[in-house]
């Protein structure tokens, strides 16, 4: 896998949509419904944006009716980092990707609890999809594996 670095600043608002930079940069929330991924059923990984670090597997997806892509846990642990969020009018937990400090969303205790009780409640915009078909020549072989049982 290949080092997940951020590019300056110059080079995100030339290469992110305003939607794209606005979530990711600016922790705005795209709206629920209305997004690239909410109801993405295809079988792959979900990477940051900017960095391209492997965050989601469509295996731990589900709907969960928010109108944003759901999931029940991150792949590693270690490539989200979870900060104390206060903006509203309750505490929250807000997740950014390890590398690129990237704002994904929000985790709740609300999820499915035979699979531990987290949602992970992330925006669209802060994803790119690789399809399982993609992932060896996009640099992802390493997690193909996770997938060979449920093709």
């Known amino acids: 896998m290949a080092d ?5 600043q110059k080079t995100l608002r030339n290469e992110l ?3 794209q930079y606005a979530v990711t940069q600016e922790e705005a929330t795209e709206p629920a419904f209305n997004n ?3 109801d993405n059923k295809q079988q ?3 990477v940051d944006i900017i960095s391209g670090e492997p965050l989601f597997s469509s295996l731990d997806k589900y709907d969960s009716h928010c ?3 759901s999931f029940t846990k991150p792949l590693e642990g270690e490539l ?3 900060k104390v969020d206060n903006q509203l009018f309750a505490t929250r937990t807000e997740v950014r990707s390890s590398n690129a400090d990237s704002h994904l ?3 709740f205790e609300d999820g499915p609890q035979e699979t531990g009780g987290l949602r992970y409640c992330i925006n669209s915009a802060s994803l790119r999809f690789i399809s399982v078909e993609e992932m060896a020549e996009e640099g992802y072989e390493a997690l193909l594996a996770s997938f ?3 093709q």
């Open 4 to 8: 997940y670095n951020k590019p300056d």
């Open 36 to 38: 690239s991924y909410w």
């Open 67 to 69: 109108g944003w892509p």
């Open 44 to 46: 792959g990984i979900y």
């Open 17 to 19: 949509t305003d939607l």
């Open 105 to 107: 969303g929000h985790v």
């Open 148 to 150: 060979v049982d449920h």
């Open 80 to 82: 989200i980092n979870e």
